[in-house]
């Protein structure tokens, strides 16, 4: 059985999908040496649940996040879609690549990335609730096992905009900082299970700007530090249409220009032929 490893992808969030995007793509262009900064231990915090911060001035992380799902349109508004097909464009700059992009998901924990780009062709990374895989023109297929596997679930949470206590051992409000030229509120949230990821929430407007994420892959942990903005209003929910990412010394920029919802069928998800053929 031929295994690799894949990072995760949860659908529209631009740190994952920028994580995705380069451990993809980076596999279908020629190596080159990654250096890879180092990660600042996890310390344990107190429950998720508690809303612990840094500062009794600041927000807790529930009121800047639940500030944020009022802001796209409210909790039920998300709670009430049972899929999402989100397509673009996707452009690497330094590495002379354009392309298309499709992300699929669906609740509770099914995904589908797929990326068309010229010269290259078609690559993707999907999971069906149980199956993780991947198909790249230059290196075949590949199943996601081990704690890769329990990654791409944890990403793959088609809920996960709403940040429930069972995924994080605890949530921090760091700080007040600026966020590419904007006051934002910076929290830490640390999953259960290990590891740390960071985002940032516009002070005015409510609205998720950003995030820090770090994901495993065949190159060793990538790190992608992402923007995320032009947000538009789809059906119920306002969605950042522009995700602007770098990772591995690459810059990513996804357009999104449709995103639609309750459309999906559940066979989108199937795992494909050349996949089945691995699953033992």
Not at 145 to 153: D, N, R
Not at 169 to 183: A, H, N, V, Y
């Amino acid at each position: 059985m031929k295994t690799q490893r894949r990072p995760g992808i949860a659908l529209l969030s631009a740190g994952l999908l920028a994580v995705s995007v380069v451990g993809l793509v980076a596999q279908a262009r020629p190596a080159r040496p990654v250096q890879t900064p180092a990660q600042p231990p996890v310390t344990p915090k107190a429950p998720a649940s508690q809303g612990t911060r840094s500062d009794a001035a600041l927000p807790t992380p529930r009121a800047i996040i639940d500030r944020h799902l009022t802001a796209i349109g409210g909790r039920a508004a998300v709670l009430a879609r049972t899929s999402s097909h989100a397509s673009g464009t996707v452009a690497m700059p330094s590495a002379g690549m354009t392309g298309n992009v499709d992300v699929y998901g669906a609740k509770p924990d099914k995904s589908l990335l797929r990326i068309t780009l010229g010269g290259v062709g078609q690559i993707e990374e999907g999971f069906n609730g149980t199956v993780g895989w991947s198909l790249n023109p230059m290196t075949g297929p590949a199943l996601t096992q081990g704690k890769e596997l329990e990654q791409k679930k944890f990403d793959s949470d088609f809920l996960a905009d709403l940040h429930l206590d069972a995924r994080y051992e605890s949530m921090t409000t760091l700080e007040k900082s600026d966020f590419e030229g904007r006051p934002c509120y910076k929290l830490r949230l640390v999953r259960r299970g290990g590891g740390e990821e960071f985002e940032f929430y516009d002070v005015e407007s409510g609205l998720k700007t950003g995030s820090i994420v770090t994901r495993d892959s065949p190159m060793g942990p990538i790190t992608a530090t992402s923007i995320e903005g032009g947000y538009k209003r789809f059906g119920p929910l306002l969605q950042a249409t522009t995700l602007k990412s770098t990772a591995m010394g690459f810059e990513q920029q996804v357009t999104l220009t449709s995103i639609e919802y309750d459309t999906v069928s559940p066979s989108t998800f199937e795992p494909p032929a050349a996949i089945k053929a691995l699953v033992k």
